[in-house]
């Protein structure tokens, strides 16, 4: 018959279990890290290609996309070791659900290397069906983080995560640059689109700095900043402040993209190491639960040696005051009174846990809630991404307003919004 | 090589595991839930019994005892049944922690029941050591409905919960109301607490209400009126209004006692109603999953047999229009854009369940906020449960704010807390 150590020792096995699945989640999110890391580079180097008429770039692009292929192929193979035949945590549907739109989007890949090298697309459109495979990976790396059950993986997945989302704001970034110098005019939809990644990036950075560890936290300082960013920095506020229909240096166009490029890439080195501190506390994490689970387990087999040892009677007035106010007792009454505390304190770390995890999930929530909103609006006013996105910007400066109070205004009206028809 | 689909399958999968464990999980509330109306009925008679000097309630609590130990029985098979070894969901840990509590509790029944009938205990500790039991056993039931991926499901367990809570105060109140009757005087500590008791029930029925189906409600509607409540209001009425230390007149114990035990049969009847909803609510759950699953599997054999009508080149343009509006295409494109718009409405769904899911358990946030600041209380002010709830009422009276916010200022001030020591 089991006992309530036995019960303690499940819910031990639980933690465990769940690492582990955590621990292989982790490894799904750097493999994911690296190739993005590639498809970016991809992208860019593409974009080169297609806005000098294939005169530019075509080593390059095509050097990269051996480099990409390796890193789908470590991917694909990542995802095909998951088990998706047998029957795991809550969250797998919709981590599943997530990595299914990303195969779709691995398939299509061939299709969209072609039409660049036969230069069937322009810049715009490749850039966004690119951007879309990327958004779609995140989107995993997202859910990774929302469904971590240990507080200090999850903060960490959160930090990665905004890290990675604030890497893609940046190579858009770089694109739509890229685009308005070439251009050689200002164009007001670009300058808005590029002032939107701006910020969103110095948000997604915000929120990363607030969850990383000090040693990351450092060796970004060390990357963010240096002659290059400066440069950077310079072009864009050239960018962001001339008017509408000016004259831009379409000479700047090059340098801009390098600088972006180098940016990318040292912050591809924080990803990583973030990305190494993670697996690192995963299995730290695993070898703690398994010791406390041999602690359990050679308590249990004490007390099976020795049934007489076992009592229940101090549960009938559990104490208020702790064990060691506790006036000395026989040996028997001590240990029942021992596994009394240990239930409790068992019980006081899973609460003080999921009191943590609330916490650090606090952020995803926001994030959670200004999609929910966008897709709201673009559902009901017909709107793109972007545009739904800067409605929500104008209402929130026009209100003085954050952008997630905004979202729950938008949401909380949804019953109120007329209902779309055909 | 792994699909796309195979992975909306895994999804799917990943559902289904979950709804079956959710309905094991409902099962056991189900049974514990019954186990806990025995527990209260056998808490009432020892009082009798003791407080009579045993003289009253001898054979009426004999036989509860036998009823007792069937539902005791019934649960511990439901418990021993659960699968212990294997590794399941992220609540797991909590849900086996709180198990582990009861499994204590359980053992030490017959010392209670020992204690109780050589007269050894007053009424007073045989309730608390009663009420700390039942109090383990619905920390199982928060669990679950803590834990449950599915909304609906989710809503039924929250309804429940409060329902059993609610229903448990009420007990406490049976109980508090007839030592006061049986005291012949006031005392204004058992007053305040009933007062407490009364109030906190209250709250319970009213979430209840919020979450429960028409059905339960209108079942619920009639059980909560008639002149057996009408008469309990009038000795409520009595009990709160007396001043400190004013006579009580002791032939009214009971039918105090008598009104609420009626009243706590009335709701067992809506319970158990309850419970029936949520199994069949489990179950209906299950059967749909199955069918959708099996939907995807006849689609995903349909593509092996004839993989020349796969393709992911919509990926490429996901269009922010629907399907209907697209062009008529060749058939190979129509059922990649199908699989797209599966995709992304599988997405959408789990989306929205997840904010279902967040807004049914805001209910059970309160709650934990509430308890944690009663613990942040007791350990570092050595307060008694009922003290620390006291001073958290008196705060929010104080201050005019709710109990809730109250708890949340507590918990924000634990940092400048001093620790304890000793």
Redesign the interface.
Known sequence: ??????????????????L?QLARTSALVNTTASFIHQLQRERGLSNLYLASDGRDAVSARHDQLALSQAAELAL?SG??A?D??????????????????????L??LP??RD?VRQRQWDAE?STA?YS??IAGLL?VVFEAAD?A?DPDISRLLVSLFNFMQGKEFMGRERATGAALFAAGRLDARLQQRLLHLIESQARCLEVFHDFASPLVRAKWAECDSGPALTTLERMRRVLSTTQDDSPLDTRWSRPWFDACSERLDAMRTVEALQANELLALCEGRQTAAAQELAALERLDRTLTQTPCLTS???????P?TPL?QAPSQPLGSQLDRA??EL??A???R??TV??EL?TVRASL?ER?LI??AK?LL?AHR?L??DDAHRALRRMAMGQGRRLVDVAETVLAMADVLPVRTG
């Open positions: 018959m089991k006992t309530g150590l036995n019960f303690l020792m499940a819910a031990k096995r639980s933690e465990m279990a769940d582990h694909r995802l095909e998951l998706t035949d047998t029957h795991r945590a809550a969250h797998g549907a919709r981590l599943f659900s997530r990595i299914a739109y990303v195969m779709h989007g398939d299509a299709a969209l039409a459109r069906a879309r495979l989107a469904s059950s229940s009677a101090a549960f009938l007035e559990a208020d060691a596994m009394l239930l409790q068992q019980a006081q899973l609460q999921s009191a609330e929530n959670k999609e929910r897709g673009m017909q793109s991404e």
